[in-house]
Protein backbone atom coordinates (compact mmCIF):
# COMPACT_ATOMS: atom_id res chain seq x y z
CA UNK A 1 0.00 0.00 0.00
CA UNK A 2 1.45 3.59 -0.94
CA UNK A 3 2.46 5.71 2.22
CA UNK A 4 2.70 9.29 1.55
CA UNK A 5 4.33 11.06 5.11
CA UNK A 6 4.49 14.68 5.88
CA UNK A 7 7.01 16.33 8.44
CA UNK A 8 8.12 19.43 9.01
CA UNK A 9 5.35 21.66 10.41
CA UNK A 10 5.21 23.82 13.08
CA UNK A 11 4.55 27.09 14.85
CA UNK A 12 6.19 30.18 13.65
CA UNK A 13 6.15 34.07 13.43
CA UNK A 14 5.76 36.10 10.60
CA UNK A 15 8.68 36.41 7.93
CA UNK A 16 10.05 32.90 9.31
CA UNK A 17 10.85 29.92 7.43
CA UNK A 18 10.47 26.19 7.09
CA UNK A 19 10.62 23.48 4.86
CA UNK A 20 7.87 20.92 4.63
CA UNK A 21 9.23 17.30 3.89
CA UNK A 22 7.04 14.52 1.91
CA UNK A 23 8.18 10.55 1.61
CA UNK A 24 6.55 8.06 0.20
CA UNK A 25 6.80 4.18 1.03
CA UNK A 26 6.05 1.24 -0.96
CA UNK A 27 6.48 2.60 -4.46
CA UNK A 28 8.60 5.06 -6.21
CA UNK A 29 7.19 8.15 -8.08
CA UNK A 30 9.86 9.61 -10.03
CA UNK A 31 7.53 9.13 -13.02
CA UNK A 32 4.12 11.00 -11.44
CA UNK A 33 3.97 14.87 -10.61
CA UNK A 34 3.67 15.59 -6.95
CA UNK A 35 1.49 18.75 -5.20
CA UNK A 36 1.22 20.25 -2.11
CA UNK A 37 -1.89 21.09 -1.26
CA UNK A 38 -3.60 23.09 2.30
CA UNK A 39 -6.54 23.66 3.87
CA UNK A 40 -7.38 26.50 6.58
CA UNK A 41 -9.88 25.92 9.49
CA UNK A 42 -13.27 26.07 8.09
CA UNK A 43 -11.95 26.95 4.53
CA UNK A 44 -11.68 24.73 0.96
CA UNK A 45 -8.84 23.03 0.17
CA UNK A 46 -6.51 25.23 -1.66
CA UNK A 47 -3.84 23.96 -4.30
CA UNK A 48 -0.57 25.38 -3.31
CA UNK A 49 2.32 23.88 -5.76
CA UNK A 50 3.46 21.01 -7.83
CA UNK A 51 6.09 19.67 -9.86
CA UNK A 52 6.19 17.21 -13.32
CA UNK A 53 8.26 14.37 -13.56
CA UNK A 54 10.74 16.39 -15.89
CA UNK A 55 11.39 19.28 -12.89
CA UNK A 56 8.52 22.09 -14.17
CA UNK A 57 7.24 23.92 -11.21
CA UNK A 58 3.82 24.70 -11.10
CA UNK A 59 2.30 27.63 -7.76
CA UNK A 60 -0.81 29.12 -6.56
CA UNK A 61 -0.87 32.75 -6.48
CA UNK A 62 -0.95 33.21 -2.97
CA UNK A 63 2.42 31.81 -2.49
CA UNK A 64 4.53 32.39 -6.05
CA UNK A 65 7.51 34.50 -4.87
CA UNK A 66 7.77 33.02 -1.29
CA UNK A 67 7.26 28.71 -2.36
CA UNK A 68 9.88 26.73 -3.86
CA UNK A 69 9.13 22.72 -4.22
CA UNK A 70 11.41 20.29 -4.97
CA UNK A 71 12.17 16.77 -5.14
CA UNK A 72 14.57 14.14 -5.14
CA UNK A 73 13.61 10.99 -6.77
CA UNK A 74 16.55 8.94 -5.37
CA UNK A 75 14.86 9.43 -1.70
CA UNK A 76 10.95 9.07 -3.15
CA UNK A 77 10.87 12.88 -0.72
CA UNK A 78 9.52 16.03 -1.98
CA UNK A 79 9.97 19.48 0.01
CA UNK A 80 8.42 22.48 0.02
CA UNK A 81 10.50 25.73 0.83
CA UNK A 82 8.29 28.41 2.48
CA UNK A 83 9.85 32.01 3.08
CA UNK A 84 8.31 35.19 4.01
CA UNK A 85 5.58 33.21 5.79
CA UNK A 86 2.20 34.76 6.26
CA UNK A 87 -0.72 34.57 9.11
CA UNK A 88 -2.62 33.61 6.29
CA UNK A 89 -0.20 30.87 5.08
CA UNK A 90 -1.75 28.93 8.38
CA UNK A 91 -3.34 25.97 6.97
CA UNK A 92 -2.74 21.86 7.26
CA UNK A 93 -0.70 21.26 4.47
CA UNK A 94 -0.65 17.77 2.74
CA UNK A 95 1.46 16.01 -0.31
CA UNK A 96 -0.62 14.12 -2.65
CA UNK A 97 0.96 11.87 -5.66
CA UNK A 98 -1.14 12.97 -8.94
CA UNK A 99 -2.02 10.00 -11.06
CA UNK A 100 -0.03 11.46 -14.12
CA UNK A 101 3.66 12.55 -14.62
CA UNK A 102 2.28 16.03 -15.81
CA UNK A 103 0.33 17.91 -13.62
CA UNK A 104 -3.29 17.10 -13.57
CA UNK A 105 -4.61 18.14 -10.74
CA UNK A 106 -5.93 14.39 -10.10
CA UNK A 107 -4.82 12.93 -7.23
CA UNK A 108 -3.91 9.19 -6.27
CA UNK A 109 -2.36 9.51 -2.86
CA UNK A 110 -2.65 11.60 -0.14
CA UNK A 111 -0.99 12.16 3.08
CA UNK A 112 -2.13 12.40 6.49
CA UNK A 113 -0.97 16.44 6.66
CA UNK A 114 0.91 18.84 8.52
CA UNK A 115 0.20 21.56 11.01
CA UNK A 116 1.81 25.26 10.03
CA UNK A 117 0.61 27.94 12.06
CA UNK A 118 2.12 31.35 11.61
CA UNK A 119 1.49 34.18 13.55
CA UNK A 120 1.36 37.95 13.59
Known amino acids: QVQLVESGGGLVQAGDSLRLSCTAS????????MHWLRQAPGKEREFVSAINWSGDRYYGNSVKGRFTISRDNAKNTVYLQMNSLKPEDTAVYYC??????????????WGQGTQVTVSS
Open 96 to 109: AADRAGWVSYEYDY
Open 26 to 33: GRTFSSHA
